[in-house]
């Protein structure tokens, strides 16, 4: 397959500065004519290339008359063009409801819809389809007027009509210039939730949530989420809407969360539909962040979009990081950072050990697809967030300004972001500028040693080799750092931020009157890992001094992994210093309970395994159970208490209930891994207690780990209940394929059979798959056959979704982080893949990288 390499990097040979598109929607045979107006780029001889995926040109013209000479080239299209501007129209005919890649113009329950980036556009019409090819479109859409009412796309509407024979057209005209990939058409029988906003130019801004009438009372919170999102771009970036309308769609198959097209978002549902019966406090905080993200992207996306795909992570990681920054000021902010970092841990940091570690700004690729990972957006977005605390807040929004007013209506590069981060900004990032090229998470040893009533910090970094990047030079490290006295508690001098910029690094405090105990890494300052000289003791005093709650949290956290990191090696059970630690949070009454209930969640499995050098699946787990079993007992009393002391009246959506919803459920956790006889029982009358969806599902997950009767009776009655609702199943195979059981595994594989489980809807084949595949001592059962179903899944989806197919396929390929027998089973399955007969080229990516 071929490589693409950002080096080769060449500006386009034609602009198409116009666009017409006429749609005769069905879809069975959807007919596509596109007029483009193109201009000659340059002083050259080349004919125009328009990019195609399985077209056929029914008809081709140049300047009105059917053109000679052209010619079809590995499904593009070739034109030779003798002047420096011309119109090229074309003509195609698509099947939307035979799309199952769900890339293009697709099918989903009745509706039509788009999904474009990064290269689906060629699978509607002859293109340029790249991003830094920028055009106004104009669009007209006809379709049978019963089976879809609504017919919308980008910019704003211009006029409508009734047609021949049932069919009515509508008209939609965008005024910004944009890439093909934010192209988005919608054709329905839906309904709107509509709301209006006005700017702060005094503009009003029509706003309509779209989905099909019976989900239409689950939208408030979505429309009120992007209400919220519009101000506060206002407000902290000074960023306004540019277009009368806004429009956002659910379709309920989408291979990803959602899509920034522009003034037409698409949403995959489970990112908008939310009522207290069916939706999580979770899934309520997840839709107000994706709606936020997409709308987000009008600025940093769509009015700057990207030059080529290398690029990414300049609309990406921005967007991520006002996404997390909007989500911060709407709650806790430190719980947010703990979420976050919890997030980045468990998706990027094995990424970045892995076969698949690439920067953050790529080199090459085969299928762009596959690098809309954790390191393009979410360590993307920790190098934005780094400058921010670099420049601090002020200049760095005089940056942000100075780069939306320069390359406004541009296709831009990381380069000319951090070029303004640096005028602006008055900084040199020429060293920090690694943090685009080098791939692999760094490491940090931090000791601190006492001599002479002088403190002495030695501070030492290094970068792990990475595939094809053996040699790595010294990052800028922005580590935030503070020490508290160990007997008085109190903290000796502010906190500083120490910019770590040589392989080691020393810094000495002076004057001191006690022992110092060192809080470092402070915020996540830098996303990198940390390993210090500190004793149990000075991290369980951290847990109760540390003024930053996000250094509580970890040092909590170091605490607890320690702890099973010795207990794995050792067998021991030494559990005395973490039960008093976690005594002393739960039972801390200044601390609020969305906090206490994040900082006395122990490490997941699969992160315990990632501090080891030859990962034991079952040892973790025997490990980790041992600790939930010593602190659901030792604390029995303290956990009744949070359990009893969190009970809601009546469900509220606020920070505070979710904070006491999200406690009420980790005691609950505790409590039935302490043994208690009556533990099923609390957990089954939550069960069916519950008035929302947070405290039902936390109770089933309860059950369903466990071994009661009860597990049964509640897993079909939810299923009962939620037969019609695909959102609501999605959860229903997940909290299975999570199963701590020792028989997930065979439960997994017959749900594959469950009549309710299909590999089409990719939510679906996610809740059940994805779930599976980091369930770390389920999916590594000793046997292989865990590897060998999730093979065969994802071979059966690559013939239908490939970008879905490979989206699953990482956990296959950590096989060297594991022992030899479990290693050669990974391998042979990521063999038996590479060598499945017409295998995507997603796919052959990721399994054929993941060998090496
Ligand atoms: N920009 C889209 C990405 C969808 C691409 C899937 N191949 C979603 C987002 O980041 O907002
Ligand atoms: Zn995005």
Known sequence: PHVIRREDYRAPDWWVPEIALDFDLDPAATRVRAALSVTRNGDHARPLVLDGDGLTPLSVKVDGVEAQGWSLNGGNLVVPLGGGAHVVETEVEIAPERNTQLEGLYASGGILCTQCEAEGFRRITFFPDRPDVLSRYKVRMTADKARFPVLLANGDPIAQGEGEGGRHWAEWHDPFPKPCYLFALVAGDLVANTGSFRTMSGRDVQLGIWVRQPDLAKTDHALAALKLSMAWDEKVYGREYDLDVFNIVAVDDFNFGAMENKGLNVFNSRYILADPDTATDYDYDAIATVVAHEYFHNWSGNRITCRDWFQLSLKEGFTVFRDQSFSADQGSAAVKRIEDVRGLRASQFPEDAGPLAHPVRPDEYIEISNFYTA?????????????????????????????????????????????????????????????????????????????????????????????????????????????????????????????????????????????????????????????????????????????????????????????????????????????????????????????????????????????????????????????????????????????????????????????????????????????????????????????????????????????????????????????????????????????SRDDTGEVVRALAAHPAFTLANPNRARSLIGAFSVNQRAFHHASGEGYRFVADQLIALDKLNPQTAAKLLPPLGRWKRFDARRGAAMRAELERIVATPGLSKDSFEQASKSLD
Request: charged letters at 25%.
């Open 375 to 739: 390191t393009i957006y979410n360590k993307g977005a920790e190098v934005i967030r780094m400058m921010h605390t670099i420049l601090g807040p002020t200049k760095f929004r005089e940056a942000t300004d100075l780069y939306f007013e320069r390359f406004d209506g541009t296709a831009a590069t990381c380069e000319d972001f951090v070029a303004c981060m640096e005028e602006a900004g008055g900084v040199d990032l020429e060293q920090f500028r690694r943090w685009y090229t080098q791939a692999g998470t760094p490491r940090v040893s931090a000791d601190l040693a006492m001599d002479n009533g002088k403190a002495r910090l030695t501070l030492r970094q290094s970068v792990p080799a990475t595939p094809g990047q053996s040699v790595k030079e010294p990052m800028v490290l922005p580590l935030k750092l503070k020490l508290f006295g160990a007997e008085t508690g109190r903290a000796m001098g502010d906190e500083q931020l120490v910019l770590l910029k040589e392989d080691t690094s020393e810094l000495v405090f002076e004057n001191l009157t006690e022992q110092p105990v060192l809080s470092i890494n402070r915020g996540f300052s830098a996303p990198v890992v940390v390993e210090t000289n500190r004793t149990a003791a000075d991290l369980a005093f951290l847990s109760a001094h540390d003024d930053d709650p996000f250094a509580r949290y970890e040092a909590m956290q170091q605490l607890m992994l320690d702890t099973l990191v010795a207990s794995v090696a050792s067998g021991g059970t030494d559990h005395g210093a973490v039960i008093e630690a976690v005594r002393n949070t739960l039972t801390d009454p200044a601390l609020d309970r969305a906090f206490i209930a994040e900082a006395v969640v122990l490490p997941s499995d699969s992160f315990i395994g990632d501090q080891m050098a030859v990962v034991d699946p079952d040892a973790i787990f025997r490990a980790r159970e041992a600790l939930r079993r010593d602190l659901g007992t030792a604390l029995g009393d303290q956990w009744r208490a949070a359990y009893e002391g969190s009970i809601a009246n009546r469900f509220e959506y606020s920070p505070a209930a979710k904070g006491a919803r999200r406690i009420r459920s980790v005691a609950l956790g505790y409590i039935a891994a302490s043994g208690a006889q009556d533990a099923p029982q609390l957990a089954f009358d939550q069960f069916t207690g519950a008035d929302n969806m947070t405290d039902r599902q936390g109770a089933l997950s309860t059950l369903a780990n466990g071994q009661s009767p009860l597990r049964e009776q509640a897993l079909s009655a939810f299923y009962d209940r939620y037969r019609s609702n695909g959102l609501v199943l999605d959860k229903w195979f997940q909290t299975q394929a999570l199963s």
